[in-house]
């Protein structure tokens, strides 16, 4: 930082009162140094960026800065006020105040400073000497990290509580902060997250998580990111708000390898901050930084990429099928099937009519159902690229449906439009145009070329095969529809909810948006097939438990009731402590059922629900007894192959052994 700082940007009578102020008496000293061109212009960007997140941290101190075009050159002012100046941190108002300004052109400039200025600000002994520093040119040096000038000898105390603060900091802890999500965020997510944390434990490091999903998160402190060492990423849904991480190192991967491989991951973020390997994303997260030469989201082969940009569409699209297909299910079992053709209850609505309320339930069902398309597609775009990518992923996702290009069509639309975002982003543009792309221009070519594509080039064949698919599908019978079931089973037990998993559900999901008896029958083997692994589970452990550990048992008990709500996650805790006999086990058992619930012709309205939607299923007791063979097969395997591992030192848990499973 040598040329960020100097005597004439500091201010250790800061008389500022509040933020703006604050910001406003440091940015007039930039002005006056030539670092900034506009004032007012600088003020508005650094508001701006204040209003996305405040800026304060713990310890009095306040970081207010920004990305402008108004900043001629990197800079770093430093005011100390006396009062103390509110910027939003949990422990009260600030009165070290640094304000940090980038040119709109680097990216991560200002990343990389509020990082290194962030690590150091955790040291009590550089926040209390720049307190009682009453020079000016020797608090820019300490800012910049110089040994402050020497103008008497220093005491001998003074000598050795500085060793004792280089000491304190040399021997502190490598710190990680990580973020885990799955498209569901209901086990993988936080099995990631224990493993992770376990794993630091083991190791001595310093390891803060931030679990995403569907179900929201809650965001890590700023001051913890801003101190941290590294990042990992175990993920399988497109990380939020990933410029927070800019100027950082990062490991980016998939969720399992944050469950199977934890210490690795950890040896790999030490090794890229030994390095000095820094990220390149920008704090928007709406692309890399320029010249950092790679794509800001994961990183991996393009299978890989390909199946995280998917999974981050069908995350978001999941609640729409819950609430959607719940309540349409529900307003079947109010007023019968045929309430789907009911007139608009705008003008037909009686307060006292079971009918009028179930056509009510339907046809909000409906409405949330008419978004499955968009929203997949505009989301399976923010996976690749991000904010500017949702409008014409959105607007893809609407033509698929005006085109009847279905399920598969917003997936060709979500990937159109993503590309073509990506494709935009690469284009150098003038610095004065950056600020409109985003908000502007992308969205706007974007979505001309994605509407050309889906009207004119590629949306009339996916129609077709959409068209075609449909009619395979109500025209199965006898032995086409029982090898399908048992595909069907074999995905939904593979991986337990990961991508095979998620692949299955949402092409039987896709079906019911427009419903034939086809696609009936295809929903009701999935959701029979997702039930059958925490059953089986939970059955084995209960017939067995011997031979499972004091943790599998306890998990076990929780396995009944996920298994009952259709929560196939349930039985992920078994599977990674011993995958090579529970998941063929629990794939052969979700094979069978998938199968027989095919052969029976069982069919079901409702996208979740387990057991509690079984009032709407076609064929109700031959479903149950579809789940039931298949969850005895599944037990009985299992049982059988842990029965055969008896040897010392194979592995075979003791009653009351060490836990090896991690919870969901």
């Not at 600020?435 to 994605?450: C, N, R, W």
């Not at 009944?560 to 992920?572: D, K, M, Q, R």
């Not at 990674?576 to 069978?592: C, E, K, Q, T, Y």
Request: glycine share 12%.
């Amino acid at each position: 930082m040598s040329e960020l700082i100097t005597a004439e940007l500091v201010d250790l009578d800061l008389s500022a009162e509040t933020k703006s102020e604050a910001a406003r008496s440091l940015a007039e000293r930039m002005v006056s140094a030539g670092r900034v061109t506009d004032l007012d212009g600088f003020l508005a960007d650094v508001a701006a960026r204040e209003a996305q997140m405040p800026t304060g941290l713990d310890g009095g101190i306040g970081i207010p800065h920004c990305r402008s075009e108004h900043v001629a050159a990197p800079t770093l002012a430093f005011g100390r006020s006396r009062r103390g100046i509110d910027f939003g941190a949990a422990d009260g108002p600030a009165d070290l105040v640094f304000l940090i300004a980038a040119p709109a052109g680097a990216d991560d400039d200002h990343l990389t400073i509020l990082s290194s200025l962030a690590r150091r600000l955790m040291d009590p002994g550089f926040t209390d000497a720049l307190r009682a520093e009453a020079d000016p040119a020797v608090a820019a040096a300490l800012v910049r990290g110089e040994e402050a000038p020497a103008t008497a000898p220093e005491p001998a105390e003074a000598a050795t509580e500085k060793t004792a603060t280089a000491e304190r900091t040399a021997a502190k802890p490598f710190r990680i902060v990580a973020v885990t999500s799955c498209p569901t965020g209901i086990a993988h997510t936080y099995m990631a997250a224990e493993s992770l944390e376990a794993a630091a434990r083991a190791q001595g490091v310093v390891l803060d998580v931030e679990t995403q999903g569907s179900a929201g998160f809650e965001r890590l402190d700023p001051a913890v990111i801003a101190a941290a060492d590294a990042v990992i990423w175990a993920h399988d849904v497109d990380v939020r708000e990933k410029g927070r991480f800019g100027g950082k190192p990062v490991v980016d991967t998939g969720v399992k390898a944050g469950i199977n491989r934890p210490a690795e991951l950890i040896a790999e973020a030490r090794a890229k901050a030994e390095r000095g390997e820094i990220s390149g994303i920008a704090e928007d997260g709406a692309g890399p930084a320029e010249g950092t030469g790679g794509p800001s989201g994961p990183s991996g082969h393009f299978g890989v990429r390909l199946r995280t940009y998917l999974m981050s569409g069908v995350s978001y699209m999941v609640p729409f099928v819950a609430a959607g297909g719940l309540l349409i299910a529900l307003s079947f079992a109010i007023g019968g099937y045929e309430i789907a053709g009911a007139k608009s209850v705008a003008d037909h609505f009686v307060w006292g009519e079971s009918a009028s309320w179930a056509a009510l339930l339907n046809q909000i069902g409906t409405a949330a159902f008419g978004f499955l398309v968009p929203v997949l597609a505009g989301y399976i775009a923010y996976g690749m690229a991000d904010r500017p990518a949702l409008v014409p992923g959105f607007v893809g996702g609407a033509i698929a449906l005006t085109i009847d290009a279905g399920f598969l069509g917003g997936l060709v639309a979500g990937l159109l439009a993503g590309a073509a975002v990506m494709a935009i982003q690469r284009v150098k543009v003038h610095p004065t145009l950056r600020g409109i792309m985003p908000v502007l221009v992308i969205p706007l070519l974007a979505s001309i070329a994605v509407g050309f594509l889906m009207f004119i080039v590629v949306g009339k064949p996916i129609a077709s095969l959409q068209n075609a698919l449909t009619d395979w599908l109500n025209g199965l019978s006898g032995s086409n529809a029982v090898i399908l079931g048992v595909v069907l089973g074999l995905m939904m037990c593979f991986d337990m909810g990961g991508p095979l998993n998620k692949v299955a559900y949402a092409f039987a999901v896709g079906g019911l948006a427009d419903p034939t008896p086809g696609s009936l029958k295809v929903m009701a083997a999935v959701m029979a097939a997702g039930m059958v692994p925490p059953l089986a589970m939970a059955l084995a452990t209960t017939l067995r438990r011997s031979l499972f550990t004091r943790t599998e048992r306890e998990n076990g008990r929780a396995a009944w009731v996920l298994g009952a709500s259709f929560i196939t996650e349930g039985a992920i805790p078994f599977a990674a402590a011993d995958p090579l006999r529970v998941i063929p086990s629990v794939m052969a058992g979700g094979a069978v059922t998938g199968a027989l619930s095919m052969a029976f012709g069982c069919t079901l309205r409702a996208p979740h629900g387990g057991v509690f939607v079984v009032p709407l299923i076609g064929e109700p007791f031959l479903y149950l007894l579809a789940i039931a063979v298949g969850t005895a097969v599944s037990t009985a395997l299992v049982v059988v192959l842990k029965g055969m591992r008896r040897t010392p030192g194979s592995g075979a848990p003791a009653d009351d052994g060490p836990a090896v499973a991690v919870a969901a």
